[in-house]
């Protein structure tokens, strides 16, 4: 007797458990403790279903911050949208960064603090998820340059100083707490109006 194909709703139960299960493993271990073995075992299914599900097991660690990534870029191309004024959209944006990464703080380290060790592979040139936040700077950037209300200069080297700055914000509080930074909230705002007040005209 043919065995019964899973529904979609079953699908996704496995590719959460999943997730679930690589995400608490990472927690616990480590990059180095993550295997497909410990996640199957953790999620409590054979170690096949890790390949039938996302092809491999680099997949599905990419996938615990891809896919929530994909959700917040639909927010920031929200608030691009809605601000007509480049300026308001640079804070707009900045603002939204800020607060994602303090309402999402395991999302934000995941993404944007994991520092790769040497033999780990990098993301594939087709995962540049991330790159959006990056790209909406730079349209708003070039829009303020053309009304005159942002300085001349390389838009790609004001994006870098202004993502560079608000991830420096979110970041420092959070690695060197020894050092009695400000607390992320307060220091990424004054570092949104130190970026904007250097950008404008």
């Known amino acids: 007797m043919a065995r019964k194909l899973a529904t979609e709703n079953q699908r996704q139960e496995v590719r959460r458990r999943l997730r ?45 911050w891809i896919e929530p990534l994909e959700r917040f870029n639909d927010r920031f191309r929200e608030v691009a949208a809605s601000h007509e004024d480049p300026v308001a959209r640079l804070r707009g944006l900045m603002e939204l960064y800020v607060a994602i990464a303090h309402e999402f703080p395991e999302l934000y380290r995941n993404a944007f603090m994991f520092v790769r060790a040497e033999p780990l592979p990098g993301p594939d040139d087709d995962l540049q998820v991330a790159a959006v936040f990056g790209d909406l700077l730079r349209a708003a950037l070039r829009d303020g340059q053309a009304a005159g209300l942002i300085r001349e200069g390389s838009v790609d080297r004001q994006m870098e100083l202004v993502w560079a700055g608000l991830h420096g914000s979110i970041a420092l509080p959070i690695n060197f707490d020894r050092l009695r930074f400000s607390q992320t909230p307060s220091l990424a705002s004054d570092m949104i109006e130190l970026l904007l007040a250097q950008l404008r005209t």
């Open 20 to 64: 679930s299960a690589a995400a608490s493993v990472y927690r616990e271990h480590g990059i180095a403790g993550v295997t497909a073995r410990a996640v199957a075992l953790a999620a409590g299914v054979s170690v096949g279903t890790i390949y039938a599900h996302f092809g491999d097991l680099k997949s599905l660690m990419q996938s615990l």
